[in-house]
């Protein structure tokens, strides 16, 4: 069983920066892979990013790629995404995901949900 738990959300102003983190319990984190999806209001959830279990393979959605980074640290059991130039149209909850298998931008192949975290990016 993980439980995660994301943070850092915010209201931030078009142009800005933030970024989420997601904490993990469970001491086998360093064998997940790890995504973020977000979803909007009236919207379905979308796929973000994803990251291997070694950190050697990351992916990005299109919308995002150049602007979002995800990233992980095994050691302190933490999964990042870094947003820069943010948009009004970046405006959702962000979730954390964890799998035992190897996925990338399928919903239903994560295994484990954060509740979410809010951002707002105000135009």
């Known amino acids: 069983q993980v439980q995660l738990v994301e943070s850092g959300g915010a209201l931030v102003q078009a142009g800005g920066s933030l970024r989420l983190s997601c904490a993990a319990s469970?001491?086998?984190?360093?064998?997940?892979?790890m995504g973020w999806f977000r979803q909007a209001p009236g919207k379905e959830r979308q796929f973000v990013a994803a990251i291997n279990w070694g950190a050697g393979s990351t992916y990005h959605a299109d919308s995002v790629k150049g602007r979002f980074t995800i990233s992980r640290d095994n050691a302190k059991n933490t999964v990042y995404l870094q947003m820069n130039g943010l948009k009004p149209e970046d405006t959702a909850v962000y979730f954390c995901?964890?799998?035992?298998?190897?996925?990338?931008?399928?919903?239903?192949?994560?295994?484990?949900w954060g509740q979410g975290t809010q951002v707002t990016v105000s135009s």
């Open positions: 469970g001491r086998t984190f360093s064998t997940y892979t």
């Open positions: 995901a964890a799998s035992r298998r190897m996925v990338r931008d399928v919903a239903s192949a994560y295994d484990f």
